[in-house]
Nanobody, 122 residues
Framework: QVQLVESGGGSVQAGGSLRLSCAASQYTYSMAWFRQAPGKEREGVATIYRESSSIFYADSVKGRFTISQDNAKNTLYLQMNNLKPEDTAMYYC??????????????????WGQGTQVTVSS
């Protein structure tokens, strides 16, 4: 089992920034960030493939969020700038050992972090 350890969540005012980190215990094919607000389905935020460094973002965060990786440390990052109240959610780190379909489908990820809360106030 791949162990994922998240950090960096917190509270911030609208327009502020936050940086999330996710440390993986071993190599994975790809890693992604998902988020889930109360009463809503879990949605993909961004993903990055380790070998190619291919990156994909949800339309709602393009231009504001940046996903990156440190291969030597098996660590995933999400830099969140110009945060909005609608970004408020529990953010989860996810990992896959193989390609299994669309990156934004949570069913394609076998490993998950515990989640870290991000709250953005007006």
């Amino acid at each position: 089992q791949v162990q994922l350890v998240e950090s960096g969540g917190g509270s911030v005012q609208a327009g502020g920034s936050l940086r999330l980190s996710c440390a993986a215990s071993q190599y994975t094919y790809s890693m992604a960030w998902f988020r889930q607000a109360p009463g809503k389905e879990r949605e993909g935020v961004a993903t990055i493939y380790r070998e190619s460094s291919s990156i994909f973002y949800a339309d709602s965060v393009k231009g504001r969020f940046t996903i990156s990786q440190d291969n030597a440390k098996n660590t995933l990052y999400l830099q969140m700038n110009n945060l909005k109240p609608e970004d408020t959610a529990m953010y989860y780190c996810a990992a896959s050992r193989r390609y299994s379909g669309s990156w934004y489908s949570s069913a394609n990820y076998a490993y998950w972090g515990q989640g870290t809360q991000v709250t953005v106030s007006s």
